[in-house]
């Protein structure tokens, strides 16, 4: 009918599906997002890390001047503090002198100093006055007593400009005076204003009083005169000021050099030159008088220090301000601080950016990637859909090539090479769907199913489907007669359980790479499959000697005497060797009849060992580590001589240890390999092997109890199967059609099986030869050949929904033609209807494109009515029937449309498959 | 008897010229293999459906076609897709070879190309017709001459 079962591609689509949105999920971290930021970023740290640098120079260069000030202030107190102890000093000598001169020329009558005297005395005890340049004393004369003190001294009291003296209240005229400044003598004191000033506040408060600064009359230094009253008689304790204005008797007077004094002083101490000092006089604030130091000097305003001075004199205040000479140097060491800082911040900002722009480069790439991975994962399933869909195109015809091919009465050799092309188109077939299913191994998708199958007909059909291969091989390999081509062989061990629950296309996809393999490489000698219990070897191995000596060949099953292999060709396994084998077949004989499906084995799984030997050119110890890796053959020459890409160890890896075993070799260069897996299978129930009608070749059971003899120059071909004895058979390797007609005209035969030997071209001759082999019913079985499926549908009631009429009838006609029961409904509606609960249709099949109402929209009601109606019932009914009801009509699409997507959304909407009609 | 071989080869030398010319595939041989005893016109009936359906789209198709203001393409996209869907239900290989370009030249909004496609269609059309028509009235006369349809295997 050209109908196809869609096959679904839509895992791989949600896969790649999923990648996608992890892909832009993943996308955006906090740096990309901010990637335009970046050059700005950098900018604003330049800027940041500059204004910290500038910051930080700033600290350290106030810092620095502080501790300048804080230097200079020391400096500068020590200076005044010093100047301030020598000033004291000089005032204290000056005191002195004034008392001397009290006490001796006042207290003592008559006097005992004249001029000479004081000159003297003064003048030797100068050393105590350095910065004194001379001192004087002026005595107080009353205008009432100035005449007859003139008379007294022999001259006139004359003014500071050297001239007689006006008229006055009070004279001081200068009576001592030391050698140095003898000018000053007769001069009247009082008549210089400043010296006025002095006088009448010395001779107040009684103590040393100062001028303001003024240019000595000698020596044009700055100095200041420093006048000390002198009273004629001791004063009361605490005199009042007319008390002392009037026992005051004269004035002693020195002129200090402040230059000098500051001179001498600075020249002592160290850091002269670093600093400049200046010393005022600060009586009157608003105009200071320079005492010392030069105003105009430039020297660092920045830093100035004012220290206080005292000089013994209440009325005036004297000051001095230091600062220094020079302006306060760079600072190089915080500049190379600041700058190395700066730098350091630079390059960290630096590598900072240039690893974030790394980042932003390896994540573009990543993301592109990404974007070429997706592409290319989309590629792939693209492929695989591709690969799908041809697959698919080629399986169609296949089947119908396949179906037709056993229909005709055929003759033995006919029937058996029909089989032979028969279970190869069925092994590409399945090698067809192997393609897609290696794409569901690729995306990890792989399931295995659990089906019940024989194992011995698997063996046989592997067999025949290389058996052809080898001996074309062995013809064309070595064209001398000798026995060069590798003989096929397969030992299933009694033991093995006829029906198995496992996944049969897998293991025989296993079976078939092996098998392959092994063909492929051997060019002479035997490939053997052996097959047996993994439990059963240890005994065989401890009863080895015994059983050989027992040898219990009593049913006529000749082992020949030869002890040699087979084929005469070593094994790479000796466990394999053909003794084991031999002793393997007498110990399962002898212990046959214990039972062995017993009830509890049913339901556990077992271990099946399958090894499959050859006498090959082996593999090559340098790469046996990499075998089972992808891709990888020996050497180049491999592919070249042998062809094949080397993926299917790896894959036949891959589904060993999916079906819970594991495979190994052992091989040796030049003798053989063998490789051997384990696989866990499922006992296989009956009940279970009954409801699936599988069909399954199965070798008639009718053979049991018939006795034969095989007759053969190399033993070990055949281990079971027992042939009539008046009809012969011709057992042949390579028998040309000729050949074939002159043995049956000699009466020889009744008809020649090809070797290898396989159970089902044995039951095929058979059958032709015993005349028990059923005739096909032509015409009944025409459609597809199945059987099976007539007896599925056989009286089942199936709804057909379509909107086309033609479309509908022919399907009905099909489905009819299978003992179907057919209703047609021509809408989704009109189906809705009859498909009410409780309903009795076994099938429903549903057009997706119709008017009114399409296959989804019809489907969905009656989806939703049936779980409705299995809720109400499990509800009420769970307790006393175990069994929980199920409403379920089995619906499936029906269209032309070959997109994946109707596909899907029939599932989506619970329909239960899909029909891909013409 | 000899009248009835003749006709019986006659249809056979007839049914395998359709095959020949393409005016039927597999399919149609499928549906013959479907007559049995239980529905001995099945392929009759089916096709005379087929017949009626054909005619009533493209009727519809004309009309649609002939619009002036604008042409429904999906209307026309519908009933090729029904066509296409009956013929190849029916095996009618050339009708729906016909289909398939046109409805390239629907899904392209090309009003030219589906009107000469229609004409194709047409023609094609009355071409299956007449040959199954032709058949059918052979296998008509091997009944009538008491003869039975030679089945298809």
Known sequence: ?918 | MDFVNQLQRKFIDYSSSLHREGIVDDQFTQLRKLEDENSPHFVMEVASLFFEDCEKLINNMAIALEQKQGVDFKQIDECIHQLKGSSSSIGALRVKNACIAFRSFSDGQNREGCLRCLQQLSHEYSLLKNKLQTLFRLEKQIVAAGGSIPRVH
Not at chain 1, 122 to 136: D, H, K, N, Q, Y
Not at chain 1, 277 to 292: C, E
Not at chain 1, 483 to 498: C, H, I, Q, Y
Not at chain 1, 863 to 892: C, F, T, Y
């Open chain 1, 1 to 918: 009918m050209g109908l196809k079962l869609q096959q679904s591609h839509h895992h791989q689509s949600v896969a790649v599906k999923g990648n996608e949105q992890m892909g832009t999920k993943r996308g955006y971290t906090f740096i990309q997002s901010n990637r335009d930021w970046l050059p700005k970023l950098i900018l604003l740290w330049v800027m940041v890390m500059g204004f910290i640098s500038t910051w930080i120079y700033k600290k350290m260069d106030a810092d620095n001047n502080v501790r300048r000030e804080e230097v200079l202030s020391s400096m500068c107190d020590q200076r005044a503090r010093m100047l301030q102890d020598q000033f004291s000093v000089s005032v204290n000598h000056v005191h002195a002198l004034a008392l001397l001169v009290a006490t001796f020329h006042y207290y003592k009558n008559p006097s005992a100093i004249d001029q000479e005297t004081f000159a003297e005395y003064t003048a030797r005890a100068a050393f105590e006055r350095p910065l004194l340049s001379g001192v004087a004393y002026a005595e107080t004369v009353v205008h009432s007593g100035r005449e007859k003190f003139e008379k007294q001294h022999g001259w006139t009291i004359k003014t500071m400009q050297r001239e007689p003296s006006r008229l006055r209240d009070e004279y001081a005229p200068v009576i001592f005076s030391q050698e140095t400044i003898s000018y000053i003598e007769s001069l009247d004191m009082m008549s210089g204003e400043e010296d006025r000033e002095n006088i009448v506040r010395a001779r107040a408060t009684g103590k040393a009083v100062l001028t303001s600064p003024f240019r000595l009359l000698g020596s044009h230094h700055l100095g200041v005169v420093l006048t000390f009253p002198v009273y004629k008689s001791k004063l009361p304790p605490k005199p009042t000021m007319e008390e002392r204005i009037v026992a005051t008797a004269g004035y002693l007077g020195g002129a200090i050099d402040v230059e000098s004094l500051v001179e001498n002083l600075l020249g002592q101490l160290a850091g002269n030159q670093a600093i400049l000092v200046n010393v005022y006089d600060i009586t009157n604030s608003s105009d200071p008088l320079v005492m010392y130091g030069h105003q105009n000097q430039d020297g660092d305003w920045a830093v100035v220090h004012e220290s206080k001075l005292d000089f013994g004199d209440p009325f005036r205040k004297h000051q001095m301000i230091c600062r220094y000479h020079q302006k306060a140097p760079t600072s190089w060491t915080a500049l190379t601080n600041v700058f190395l800082f700066f730098v350091i911040c630079l390059l960290v900002g630096y590598i900072l950016y240039g690893a974030v722009i790394h980042i932003v480069k390896v994540e573009d790439d990543f993301r592109e990637m990404q974007e070429l991975k997706v592409r290319a994962e989309a590629a792939d399933v693209a492929k695989s859909q591709f690969l799908g869909t041809v697959s698919h195109e080629i399986r169609t015809p296949m089947n119908g090539m396949l179906a037709l091919l056993l229909d005709t009465d055929l003759s033995s050799t006919q029937r058996g090479y029909a089989q032979t092309a028969q279970v190869c188109g069925k092994a590409l077939i399945t090698l067809i769907n192997e393609v897609i299913d290696r794409a569901k191994i690729e995306a990890g998708k792989l399931e295995l199913e659990t089906v019940p199958f024989n194992i011995r007909s698997i063996f046989d059909n592997v067999l025949s489907l290389f058996s052809e291969k080898s001996r074309n091989k062995g013809v064309e390999v070595s064209r001398d007669k000798t026995n060069r081509k590798p003989s096929l062989a397969v030992f299933v061990s009694d033991k093995v359980p006829e029906m198995v629950m496992g996944d049969l296309g897998r293991f025989r996809q296993i079976i078939t790479n092996l098998v392959g393999n092994s063909v492929k490489f051997t060019e002479r000698g035997h490939i053997f499959v052996k097959v047996h219990l993994a439990e059963s070897t240890q005994p065989v191995a401890d009863t080895k000697v015994e059983t050989c000596l027992n040898g219990g060949s009593d049913e006529g099953l000749l082992i020949s005497s030869a002890c040699q292999f087979k084929t005469g060709y070593e094994a790479a396994d000796e466990r394999n060797s053909w003794d084991s084998f031999r002793h393997l077949v007498v110990d399962e004989e002898l212990r046959y009849d214990a039972p062995i499906n017993t009830i509890d084995e049913a339901s556990r799984g077992f271990t099946l060992m399958v090894s499959v030997e050859d006498t090959g050119i082996g593999i090559p110890l340098i790469v046996q580590d990499r075998v089972f890796t992808p891709f990888m053959q020996a050497d180049s020459s491999t592919s070249r001589n042998y062809g094949g890409t080397g993926i299917g160890l790896s894959i036949t890896k891959c589904l060993v240890e999916l079906m819970g075993g594991h495979i190994s070799f052992i091989s040796r260069p030049q003798v053989g390999s063998t490789f051997s897996f384990t696989t866990v299978f499922k006992r296989c129930n009956k009940a279970s092997y009954n409801d699936t009608k599988k069909s399954i070749v199965e070798l008639p059971s009718g053979f049991k109890g018939l006795k034969a003899i095989v007759v053969d120059g190399k033993p070990g071909k055949q281990n079971g199967h027992l042939f009539k004895l008046p009809k012969v058979i011709l057992l042949a390797k390579n028998i040309t059609n000729v050949e074939l007609e002159k043995a049956k005209a000699a009466g020889f035969a009744d008809t020649v099986i090809m070797k290898p030997m396989r159970a089902s071209m044995a039951v095929a001759c058979l059958q032709q030869v015993l005349g028990i082999g059923k005739k096909r019913q032509a015409g009944k079985d025409m459609l597809n050949g199945s059987p099976v499926l007539q007896g599925l549908l056989c009286g089942k009631k199936i709804l057909v929904v379509d909107d086309n009429m033609a479309h509908q009838r022919v399907f009905a006609g099909a489905l009819k033609k299978f003992g179907a029961a057919v209703e047609c409904r021509e809408s989704g509606k009109a189906a809705l209807k009859l498909l009410q609960l409780p309903c009795c249709f076994y099938a429903c099949f549903m057009d997706i494109q119709m008017p009114e109402m399409d296959g989804f929209e019809a489907t969905h009601p009656i989806r939703m009515m049936e779980s409705k109606a299995n809720e109400q019932m499990n509800g009420g009914m769970d307790e006393d029937s175990g069994r929980k009801g199920e409403w379920h009509v089995p619906i499936l699409a029906m269209t032309a449309d070959v997109i994946h997507a109707t596909y899907d959304a029939g599932l989506k909407c619970r329909m239960d498959g899909c029909v891909e009609a013409l």
